[in-house]
């Protein structure tokens, strides 16, 4: 059975900061893990996905995550946090839908 | 490309009523997903389509849902009776599936049910 774990509901930060987004997952084989992020009354959107090629991924607004095998984990990162960077954003494994972790609220103050 | 669409994007309704969404999926996709979020989780997986067919039901979709997808385009989710627990986004994406390649799937903004 496929699953992620976020281990933070909830990340402050202050604009021009690093963020760290923490992910744990597990799967019996070689994953796809996604990173969506959800603004609110908006709809869920893509930032980076990982397909077994470079470990470092590279996703949209300056996101990106790294695939460590051996800690079984898929953190995003941003060098500097900027305010519409606040919302909500999931970790997902892909088997035949998507799991997604409960997600981890992200506040970026001024 | 104009993404997924889906339609009303709020519906309020009474306990016992059924109501029925739609999704417009991206064009070209072949598979289609229905997921449900309720407030403060994330997305739960309903059922998928591959074309028409529908390949899985997850054991959240009761005898009360049905999803339908008759030409392989559009797709139409009902609830019968619906309950106070209905309550919830309900969530539409689609993908390509494209030889070994694993899907991406693209959401559209959902439709948020209330019932009262």
């Known amino acids: 059975a496929q699953s992620v774990t976020q281990l933070d509901s909830h990340v402050s930060v202050s604009e021009g900061t690093p963020v760290l987004l923490r992910c744990n997952y597990s799967?019996?084989?070689?994953?796809?893990l996604f990173w969506y992020v959800q603004h609110p009354n908006k709809g869920l959107q893509l930032l980076l996905k990982y397909t077994s090629a470079a470990t470092l991924v590279k996703g949209i607004n300056g996101f990106e995550a790294e695939f460590k095998k051996s800690e079984t984990s898929f953190h995003l990162t941003k060098p500097s946090a900027h305010m519409s960077d606040a919302a909500e954003y999931f970790c997902v494994v892909s088997g035949t839908a998507l799991i997604f972790g409960k997600g981890t609220t992200l506040s970026v103050s001024s | 490309d104009t993404g997924v669409s889906q339609d009303p994007r709020h519906k309020i309704t009474k306990r016992g009523q059924n109501v029925t969404f739609r999704c417009d999926p991206i064009s070209e996709h072949n598979r289609l997903y229905w997921y449900r979020q309720t407030l403060g989780q994330g997305p739960e997986f309903l059922t998928y389509f591959q074309n028409e067919a529908q390949l899985e039901k997850s054991r959240l979709l009761s005898d009360r849902f049905s999803a339908e997808r008759p030409k392989g385009s559009f797709s139409t989710l009902e609830i019968q009776r619906t309950e106070q627990g209905d309550s919830a986004m309900y969530l539409c994406?689609?993908?390509?599936?494209?030889?070994?390649?694993?899907?991406?799937?693209?959401f559209g903004p959902g439709t948020r049910l209330t019932v009262l």
């Open positions: 799967s019996s084989y070689s994953p796809s």
């Open positions: 994406a689609s993908s390509q599936l494209a030889g070994g390649e694993r899907d991406t799937q693209y």
